[in-house]
């Protein structure tokens, strides 16, 4: 069955992928693609954070929220937001309305601008954690690796917050560093 001007619909997906188009839509198009935009990944990273303990889907459904609360994730303009605008992202039922999260990506953004302050460029450190070799997810799922580990250490060594080995780690697969679609979804071996 396919869609007029679109992909088929019944294509075998991971498991995780629910039926519903917006998460299709994400898994089809951007899990796993790698990204290599210093801002986009700035971004991801955040959004990963705000999921600790929530679905992804929750974030999936507020990311628009999210980029209209953060000022489209553009690094200098978060960093410059206050106390002031913390309290009123407490109150925003569009975002998820956890202080330390909140506080977390504007930190991380004032994170994000030191390393490029000292001529370190956002995208390309974090592909150098990117695993040597390439290395397909299995049948039981995968929630953190060494090198997950080693960019949750790096990350808060530069001052990131909400960068746990797990949540490094589904960044790592939803950025493209490493392809975990499951061994008969389309997407595992067409990956741009």
């Keep these: 069955m396919t869609r007029t001007g679109a992909e088929p619909i019944d294509r075998k997906?991971?498991?995780?992928?629910?039926?519903?188009?917006?998460?299709?839509?994400?898994?089809?198009e951007e899990w796993g693609v790698p990204l290599r935009d210093s801002r986009a990944l700035y971004e991801l990273l955040c959004l990963e954070g705000a999921q600790a303990g929530l679905s992804w889907w929750t974030i999936l459904q507020?990311?628009?929220?999210?980029?209209?609360?953060f000022r489209g994730f553009e690094p200098a303009r978060v960093a410059r937001m206050t106390a002031k605008d913390v309290d009123r992202l407490v109150q925003d039922p569009?975002?998820?309305?956890?202080?330390?999260?909140?506080?977390?990506?504007?930190?991380?953004?004032?994170?994000?601008?030191a390393l490029?302050?000292?001529?370190?460029?956002?995208?390309?450190?974090?592909w150098q954690h990117a695993p040597a070799k390439a290395r397909h997810g299995g049948a039981a799922p995968v929630t953190t690796s060494p090198e997950s580990e080693?960019?949750?250490k790096d990350l808060k060594r530069a001052g990131f917050r909400f960068v746990g080995p797990t949540i490094c780690y589904a960044?790592?697969?939803?950025?493209?560093l490493v392809n975990d679609h499951q061994a008969g979804c389309w997407r595992r071996q067409a990956r741009t």
């Design 13 to 28: 997906r991971c498991s995780w992928c629910t039926a519903h188009e917006l998460y299709r839509s994400y898994h089809d």
């Design 62 to 69: 507020k990311r628009e929220a999210y980029r209209k609360a």
């Design 94 to 113: 569009g975002i998820v309305r956890h202080r330390g999260k909140i506080e977390a990506v504007i930190g991380n953004a004032r994170a994000y601008l």
């Design 116 to 126: 490029e302050s000292q001529g370190v460029g956002f995208a390309d450190w974090i």
């Design 150 to 152: 080693v960019l949750s």
């Design 171 to 176: 960044f790592m697969q939803a950025a493209g």
